[in-house]
């Protein structure tokens, strides 16, 4: 028997002395204990002993007067004692056998076939198992922990995918309470209806899935884009469930779109001041011949020729001036400004546009005034770039133009949204390029100049679209006291 077994405290509740000094030589007659052993005459009494924690086993009689053993061990019960007992009584009977048992009796012994041996067998027996019970237990509010102090979202489901348990984080990311998503199906939240039919394969056929990025639909209709681990476990005579950890990266993602926005806008300078300068030598070359034959070549018809020539090269000039302007970092001067009036300039500049068309206006404001660091006059020019390409991208008498304004802690985010025509997933990715467009007549440049601009402004701009159903530009920027930091 281990040391610490031997030197373990029982306490007796028995209401006959000669019943408990039997059973106590029992416990004393076994060979090497030191056993501490205590008597307790009375149910009420032996209850009181349980719940003051004094003692390591006990051993209880099944018959304590107006009570019974069974009592003492619903007693235990709805107060989470978790010491072992083990039931004693006068003669076997399998009902009060079984129902202890269910109770959470250790043992079951009938006084008059107690011997030394089975005595020796049944204490060991309970101080291991409920060392075991204490070391699960234990195990269990320590992982419980973890589970619900996470900040990723950790969740447990059934193999058809609807959540049976899922921690507190949650609400954090997709606003659900625990109560509303318990019993809510994994794939009913997933964005894609492709990106459910993979999860469903995969687990079927892998029974795993790490790290896969997902669009996931929060309880407000945004999205949060997450990486999503999960892995079914089977066990013996069970039908399985799945465990999973859902890691919110849209933030991530906001910071690398703008990082690679960046990037491609630096490159795409670079380049264009490099041809800029490898075209514009000669094109001043055959400027200045132009100039000289006009002096010297008095023929209609050829003056004609070098008129075209000499517009269209003033034509390329420009373009080169208006290319450099816009891939150049510009220097803006930020003061304190409220978002709510730059917008209601860049309104005013566009009014007459939404009205000759006959489309709607919403405007959404906050009731507070959200204070950023702007260049007015650049900003505005910026913004309504993005406003005119919204209303031209609708149709005449159907459109309906969206602005809002919301503030969070760090940030003030304006949405500018479109019926309209919508924008191809492969051109949203092109949509901040320079001379890339989709207009007719259109150069290309006003969406590289508005990024510039909104760059300069330290503002993430993200832009969502579909097809035939109009396009939302949310542009973030960090509120004055984030700036200035």
Not at 63 to 71: F, Y
Not at 385 to 402: S, T
Not at 455 to 462: G, L, P, R, V
Request: aromatic share 6%; with cysteine.
């Amino acid at each position: 028997m281990n040391l610490k077994h031997k030197n373990a405290r029982i306490l007796i509740v028995d209401d006959d002395e000669d019943d408990f000094i039997i059973t106590s030589d029992y416990i004393r007659s076994i060979p090497g204990n030191t056993f501490t052993i205590t008597w307790c005459p009375s149910y009420n009494e032996g209850v009181v002993k349980l719940l003051e924690g004094g003692h390591d086993l006990f051993f209880v009689d099944y018959r304590l007067g107006a009570k019974s053993g069974v009592d003492f061990l619903k007693e235990a019960r709805e107060n989470n004692c978790d010491n072992p007992i083990i039931l004693l009584t006068g003669k076997g009977n399998y009902a009060v056998d079984l129902q202890a048992m269910e109770l959470g009796a250790i043992d079951y012994l009938v006084k008059t076939e107690l011997t030394v041996e089975k005595m020796e067998r049944c204490i060991r027996y309970a101080m291991e198992r409920a060392a075991t019970m204490q070391a699960l237990q234990a195990n269990e509010r320590k992982y419980r922990t973890i589970f619900e102090k996470s900040k990723d979202v950790v969740f447990v489901a059934d193999v058809q995918l609807n959540f049976t348990d899922v921690n507190s984080a949650i609400y954090t990311l997709l606003g659900y309470n625990k109560e509303e998503i318990l019993g809510t199906n994994l794939c009913d939240i997933i964005d894609q209806s492709q990106h459910r039919k993979f999860l469903q394969q995969a687990l079927q056929h892998r029974h795993n899935v790490n790290d896969w990025e997902v669009l996931l639909n929060t309880r407000d209709g945004d999205k949060k884009q997450c990486t999503l681990s999960v892995a079914m476990e089977t066990g013996e005579g069970e039908e399985g469930y799945v465990q999973g950890i859902i890691h919110d990266i849209t933030n991530l993602k906001k910071i690398e779109k703008a990082n690679l926005q960046s990037e491609k806008l630096a490159a795409a300078g670079r380049l264009v001041r490099t041809i800029a300068h490898e075209v514009r030598n000669p094109l001043n070359n055959i400027t200045l011949s132009i100039e000289q034959m006009q002096h010297s070549i008095k023929d209609e018809h050829a003056e004609l020729y070098m008129n075209i020539i000499q517009r269209n090269s003033k034509r390329i000039s420009d373009l080169i001036s208006e290319l450099l302007y816009t891939s150049r970092p510009t220097e803006q001067a930020l003061t304190g400004e409220t978002l709510q009036t730059i917008i209601d300039d860049v309104v005013a500049s566009s009014i007459d546009r939404i009205t000759l068309k006959n489309m709607k206006l919403k405007l959404d404001y906050p009731a507070n005034g959200l204070m950023i660091l702007a260049d007015k006059e650049k900003l505005k020019l910026a913004l309504l770039n993005i406003v005119i390409n919204a209303i031209e991208a609708m149709k005449e008498g159907e459109g309906m133009l969206h602005i809002a304004v919301a503030g969070t802690e760090k940030h003030a985010v304006l949405t500018i949204s479109d019926n309209g025509a919508g924008i191809s997933e492969e051109n949203i990715s092109r949509l901040f390029e320079p001379y890339f467009t989709q207009k007719r007549n259109g150069v290309g440049l006003g969406l590289t100049f508005t990024l510039n601009i909104l760059q300069a402004h330290k503002a993430i701009i993200e832009v969502s679209s579909e097809i035939g159903r109009g396009t939302t530009f949310t542009i973030s920027f960090p509120v004055e006291s984030e700036v200035a930091a």
